[in-house]
């Protein structure tokens, strides 16, 4: 459930399937399969789409990352529950992965109680339940994982579908395009589809020169770069960061959540306002294309890293680690907002 709105995990499975129709059940390849949920994904509005598959076990169990005590799988033919456990058929094994653009540093200083972060919430669960209708319709099961209390855990499945590199932050993945931090939604299926490959372009080396996301983390739960340059197998640091299967830096979550619960505020979903994520709003990387000279750092950073501490202090003088004052963060009921709410901090415009 999204704000009131009742998602299904399965979807409603309410049209017509292929075999109402009287037509023959859809049997593209995995690769025609990207490009037609691609077109179909975009269609309802999603911006960044990558693929992976949970029987990939090059780094592991990725199965571990859906949290048992919520969803479990089994070898049958299609859902079950048992008891307070849904059970999903081992053949739902391919993820999709969706990113939104909300998760630039405009939004994401305000923290995540956000105009744009909350249209995405109320209908993120509409848009989804579109895909698994068009899904359903043409033979094939999904479900849907819209967050950790939703039993996943989203932002190692950004990283291994290819839709952005992981960072000091420890969770959102960065991307490419300029994103750090954007809502995340992930569907199985069991419709084939060709995993998208992870990618390198030189943000966790960027990271070892930075650490402003340290710098602006209000709890201290990110370790900066004088504590530690390099990220580390040994990153275990409470029960709520416990794993040590994969190569990071040992952000202390419980440093993250104590601060976070003691700055909500109930009338906005239990929400910060201005207070969360502030690590995403500070990156460097989290820029979108907002100047040419964002395209050449971007392309510098993964093949001329003497330039990154450069990079990082010209991005902190140039103020973009800088969270608005109240007086800009109110313009958020006076000002003349834009479609999906974007703002630009500092001007009268939305």
């Known amino acids: 459930m999204r704000d009131g709105v009742i998602a299904p995990q399965e979807g409603y499975r309410s049209i017509p399937t292929y075999k109402q129709l009287g037509a023959s059940k859809w049997q593209g390849t995995p690769e025609e399969n990207n490009l037609m949920m691609r077109t179909i ?14 029987d990939d076990k090059s780094i592991g169990n990725r199965r571990n990352l859906i949290y048992k005590n919520v969803n479990d799988f089994d070898s049958i033919d299609d859902f079950e529950v048992r008891g307070k456990v849904k ?13 939104s653009t909300i998760g630039n540093a405009a939004g994401t200083k305000r923290g995540r109680a956000t105009p744009e972060l909350f249209v995405f919430m109320e209908e993120e669960a509409e848009r989804i339940t579109r895909v698994q209708q ?14 950790t209390m939703g039993g996943i855990s989203r932002p190692p499945f950004g990283i291994m579908s290819g839709l952005g590199e992981y960072n000091r932050t420890h969770g959102p993945a960065a991307t490419p395009e300029g994103f750090v931090g954007g809502a995340c939604a992930i569907i199985l299926t069991d ?60 952000n202390e979550s419980v440093k993250c ?87 630009q901090y500092g001007k009268n415009e939305w």
């Open 87 to 99: 059970v999903i058929p081992n053949k739902c094994n391919n993820a999709i992965v969706v990113y």
């Open 191 to 250: 419709l084939p589809l060709a995993p998208t490959k992870p990618i390198d372009f030189g943000v966790l080396k960027f990271c070892s020169t930075c650490g402003v996301c340290a710098n602006a983390c209000p709890s201290g739960a990110i370790p900066t770069k004088e504590e530690m340059k390099e990220p580390t197998w040994e990153r275990s640091t409470g029960p709520w960061s416990s794993s040590n299967d994969h190569k990071g830096y040992p």
């Open 257 to 343: 959540a104590t601060w976070y619960m003691a700055n909500t505020v109930s009338g906005f979903n239990h929400r910060p306002i201005g207070a969360c994520y502030r690590c995403a709003a500070a990156c460097v990387f989290n820029k979108s294309n907002e100047a040419w000279i964002h395209e050449i750092v971007k392309a510098t950073v993964s093949t001329t890293p003497l330039l990154n501490s450069f990079f990082a202090n010209m991005d902190t003088q140039a103020g973009y680690g800088e969270m608005p004052s109240d007086e800009e963060r109110s313009t958020l009921w006076t000002g003349n907002m834009a479609e999906w709410g974007i703002h």
């Open 41 to 54: 994904l975009r269609r309802y509005g999603f911006s960044f789409i990558g693929y992976t598959n949970l």
């Open 134 to 147: 068009f899904l359903w319709g043409l033979g094939y099961q999904s479900y849907y994982f819209e967050d």
